[in-house]
């Protein structure tokens, strides 16, 4: 049978696929030694084991066959050895390339994150989109999405008098919410040290964490203001591969923040927002970075650590855990801001596994909410991000992404989960301790105008006394350091007759206890301390460089210490353990609270 010939479309791709070649993705496209370690870090692969065509490796080969046949001399001289002599030909191979560009990748790039070799299949998968959308072939999702982006310059078409009353609706009711004259959201304010784009969910169904955000805003004194345009901080040419859309989304926020003459663009809870605002879109958009811009997180945690918000974790005393967007987390190194927020607005934090680079997408990303045909594949892809939450124990789901807000409420909804999901703005405005409302002062509306009367940021181990235990000065150096940044009290012993004679004096609320020290070692000095009255009851948690001592320590004839650390520890955990254990002890010596 006679091979058919290229389409136009095909041809037009081609001359597509050229333009797009740089070092980066001719190295990812050369790279793939095809050895399958990236494979059971996809989402896809995980819930369809037997099919070899969700792998990352197949995925990134649609468009290594175009390659290695126009680019490459292996694939012009032997076409049949590099798998060039299967390029699509049809407008029919079209579609199959549009369900596996579109409909098997998130472009997640969690697989990348497990290649020796540094392929970057998401960069290729979005070439693919790149190239099929050129031609006019895409999900009816992702063109409507585009068509609203291009033409309305949001990706929900969301109309600009809507926006506007939206935003006079939460302006009023914060207004009225607080009786403050000066509680308002500012539109278009020449001047304004920031300014604030946001995600078009927030107008069309979530406007409550623009009010939230005004709030903060307010409570922080801040000079700040929202665009009447260029106020979408979303980017569906990062989804679709058009970089022609994805430049002009980021041009329109960086001209209107220019016209403003703003000092910088504040971007809401939106990981891919973040990303293509801050990161991709100046160079689509080909300037260089205009003015410095920001995720509200780190606007936030800026704020309680500066002290012009003040927060009540206990406000929000529920079981949380950490969602990380894809796109903050993996492409944007955006890990632990979120977490050090979080640990200072709510009581109980606990990581889900894996998480940080190599976190599961929440499998809405990419774009895949917009694209419906593919449901039903991208909940059964979802059980893995369901797993990974039920295993937490956990009554919320924290994540800084609208999309990802998404993607989660879906999947709990399919697989039945116990939990809900908020962002990081819904905690911090719950628990932001308002002056006027609690301790009777005015707040500043613009930073430096009025000293604001605040009580102290409740830091972790606040009000705490923790007795250091450790035979080595720079690890009781390093550990009071942590500890007292913490907000804690700390006292120190350096072997065991010290430790004891201390505890029993000063009653520490909790002892971190080194095993391994010279004259009374660790062991010792613990098994004392369970049998004193006064101390028995004092929790412990064990730092050791020595894991042989971990069994010797849980086989004494006495309760067992209340925490277990291998040296080196990590600052943040180390908080984290501790206050863990002081809030389970309190709970267990007074049930009521
Ligand atoms: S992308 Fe990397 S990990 Fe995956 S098959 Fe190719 S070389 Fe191996
Ligand atoms: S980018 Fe994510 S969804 Fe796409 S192949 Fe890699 S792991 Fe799978």
Same mark, same amino acid.
């Given at each position: 049978?006679?091979t058919?010939?290229? +389409?136009?479309?095909?041809r037009?791709m =081609?001359? *597509?696929?050229?333009?797009?070649?740089n070092?980066?993705?001719?190295?990812?496209?050369?790279?793939?030694?095809?050895?399958?370690?990236?494979?059971?870090?996809?989402?896809?692969?995980?819930?369809h084991?037997?099919?070899?065509?969700? !792998?990352?490796?197949?995925?990134?080969?649609?468009?290594?066959?175009?390659?290695?046949?126009? &680019?490459?001399?292996?694939?012009?001289?032997?076409?049949?050895?590099?798998?060039a002599?299967?390029?699509?030909?049809?407008?029919?191979? @079209?579609?199959?390339?549009?369900?596996?560009?579109?409909?098997?990748?998130?472009?997640?790039?969690?697989?990348?994150?497990n290649?020796?070799?540094?392929?970057?299949?998401?960069?290729?998968?979005?070439?693919?989109?790149?190239?099929?959308? &050129?031609?006019?072939?895409?999900?009816?999702?992702?063109?409507?999405?585009?068509?609203?982006?291009?033409?309305?310059?949001?990706?929900?078409?969301?109309?600009?008098?809507?926006?506007?009353? +939206?935003?006079?609706?939460?302006?009023?009711e914060?207004?009225?919410?607080?009786?403050?004259? =000066?509680?308002?959201?500012?539109v278009?304010?020449?001047?304004?040290?920031?300014?604030?784009a946001i995600?078009?969910?927030?107008?069309?169904?979530?406007?409550?964490?623009?009010?939230?955000?005004?709030?903060?805003?307010?409570?922080?004194?801040?000079?700040?203001?929202?665009?009447?345009?260029?106020?979408?901080?979303?980017?569906?040419?990062?989804?679709?591969?058009?970089?022609?859309?994805?430049?002009?989304?980021? *041009?329109?926020e960086?001209?209107?923040?220019?016209?403003l003459?703003?000092?910088?663009?504040?971007?809401?809870?939106?990981?891919?927002?973040?990303?293509?605002?801050?990161?991709?879109?100046?160079?689509?958009?080909?300037?260089?970075?205009?003015?410095?811009?920001?995720?509200?997180v780190? !606007?936030m945690?800026?704020?309680?650590?500066?002290?012009?918000?003040?927060?009540?974790?206990?406000?929000?005393?529920e079981?949380v855990?950490?969602?990380?967007?894809?796109?903050?987390? #993996?492409?944007?190194?955006?890990?632990?801001?979120? #977490?050090?927020?979080?640990? @200072?607005? +709510?009581?109980?934090?606990?990581?889900?596994?894996?998480?940080?680079?190599?976190?599961?997408?929440?499998?809405?990303?990419?774009?895949?909410?917009?694209?419906?045909?593919?449901?039903?594949?991208?909940?059964?892809?979802?059980?893995?991000?369901?797993?990974?939450?039920?295993?937490?124990?956990?009554?919320?789901?924290?994540?800084?992404?609208?999309?990802?807000?998404?993607?989660?409420?879906?999947?709990?909804?399919?697989?039945?989960?116990?939990?809900?999901?908020?962002?990081?703005?819904?905690?911090?405005?719950?628990?932001?301790?308002?002056?006027?409302?609690?301790?009777?002062?005015?707040?500043?509306t613009?930073?430096?105008?009025?000293?604001?009367?605040?009580?102290?940021?409740?830091?972790?181990?606040?009000? #705490?006394?923790?007795?250091?235990?450790?035979?080595?000065?720079?690890?009781?150096?390093?550990?009071?350091?942590?500890?007292?940044?913490?907000?804690?009290r700390?006292?120190?012993?350096?072997?065991?007759?010290?430790? $004891?004679?201390?505890?029993?004096?000063?009653k520490?609320?909790?002892?971190t206890?080194?095993?391994?020290?010279?004259?009374?070692?660790?062991?010792?000095?613990?098994?004392?301390?369970?049998?004193?009255?006064?101390?028995?009851? $004092?929790?412990?948690?064990?730092?050791?460089?020595?894991p =042989?001592? #971990?069994?010797?320590?849980?086989?004494?004839?006495?309760?067992p210490?209340?925490?277990?650390?291998s040296k080196?520890?990590?600052?943040?955990?180390?908080?984290?353990?501790? &206050?863990?254990?002081?809030?389970?002890?309190?709970k267990?010596?007074?049930?009521?609270?």
């Amino acid at each position: 049978m006679a091979t058919p010939a290229k +389409t136009h479309k095909i041809r037009m791709m =081609e001359q *597509q696929l050229q333009k797009k070649l740089n070092r980066q993705v001719v190295g990812s496209i050369v790279g793939c030694v095809h050895c399958g370690m990236c494979h059971t870090s996809c989402h896809y692969v995980l819930t369809h084991p037997d099919d070899p065509k969700m !792998t990352p490796s197949y995925k990134a080969d649609q468009l290594r066959k175009l390659f290695k046949r126009n &680019h490459d001399w292996t694939g012009r001289a032997f076409p049949w050895w590099v798998g060039a002599d299967k390029v699509p030909l049809t407008d029919d191979d @079209l579609t199959k390339l549009q369900d596996i560009a579109f409909g098997t990748c998130t472009n997640c790039r969690r697989c990348t994150f497990n290649c020796p070799m540094g392929v970057d299949t998401a960069t290729l998968n979005r070439i693919m989109r790149g190239l099929l959308t &050129h031609v006019g072939v895409m999900p009816e999702g992702v063109r409507v999405v585009s068509k609203d982006q291009w033409e309305l310059g949001n990706q929900m078409g969301v109309l600009r008098e809507d926006y506007l009353d +939206t935003l006079e609706w939460m302006s009023e009711e914060l207004e009225e919410d607080l009786g403050h004259a =000066e509680a308002t959201i500012p539109v278009d304010r020449e001047g304004a040290r920031i300014m604030y784009a946001i995600n078009p969910r927030e107008v069309k169904y979530d406007p409550r964490t623009i009010k939230e955000a005004a709030l903060i805003f307010w409570a922080a004194g801040e000079n700040w203001t929202m665009p009447s345009e260029g106020w979408d901080n979303t980017n569906f040419g990062l989804f679709s591969g058009d970089d022609g859309l994805g430049g002009t989304c980021g *041009q329109r926020e960086y001209d209107k923040a220019r016209q403003l003459g703003v000092e910088k663009i504040v971007i809401s809870e939106c990981g891919h927002g973040y990303r293509s605002t801050r990161c991709e879109a100046v160079n689509w958009a080909g300037e260089a970075q205009p003015f410095p811009m920001e995720s509200s997180v780190m !606007t936030m945690l800026g704020y309680i650590k500066d002290g012009r918000i003040t927060v009540d974790p206990t406000r929000n005393a529920e079981r949380v855990t950490f969602h990380d967007s894809c796109n903050n987390a #993996r492409s944007c190194g955006f890990f632990e801001e979120p #977490r050090e927020l979080l640990r @200072l607005v +709510t009581m109980d934090f606990q990581e889900m596994y894996p998480n940080r680079a190599e976190n599961y997408c929440c499998t809405g990303g990419g774009g895949a909410m917009s694209m419906s045909e593919y449901t039903p594949r991208r909940l059964k892809s979802a059980k893995v991000k369901a797993d990974q939450i039920a295993a937490t124990g956990a009554k919320i789901v924290v994540t800084s992404c609208h999309n990802c807000v998404d993607g989660l409420n879906d999947l709990i909804k399919h697989y039945k989960l116990d939990c809900k999901v908020m962002q990081l703005v819904d905690l911090v405005a719950n628990a932001l301790v308002l002056p006027t409302r609690e301790s009777g002062a005015e707040p500043a509306t613009v930073p430096g105008e009025v000293e604001i009367a605040r009580p102290a940021v409740a830091l972790p181990l606040a009000g #705490r006394t923790i007795l250091v235990v450790d035979d080595e000065d720079d690890v009781r150096v390093f550990l009071k350091a942590v500890l007292e940044d913490a907000g804690a009290r700390v006292l120190e012993a350096a072997d065991g007759d010290e430790a $004891i004679a201390v505890a029993t004096a000063e009653k520490p609320d909790l002892i971190t206890l080194d095993l391994s020290m010279p004259g009374k070692d660790g062991v010792e000095a613990f098994t004392e301390l369970r049998r004193a009255p006064g101390t028995e009851e $004092i929790p412990v948690c064990v730092i050791t460089g020595h894991p =042989e001592f #971990r069994t010797v320590i849980y086989d004494r004839p006495v309760a067992p210490p209340e925490g277990y650390m291998s040296k080196p520890v990590d600052e943040d955990q180390l908080v984290e353990n501790l &206050h863990r254990i002081l809030d389970l002890e309190a709970k267990h010596v007074h049930p009521t609270n």
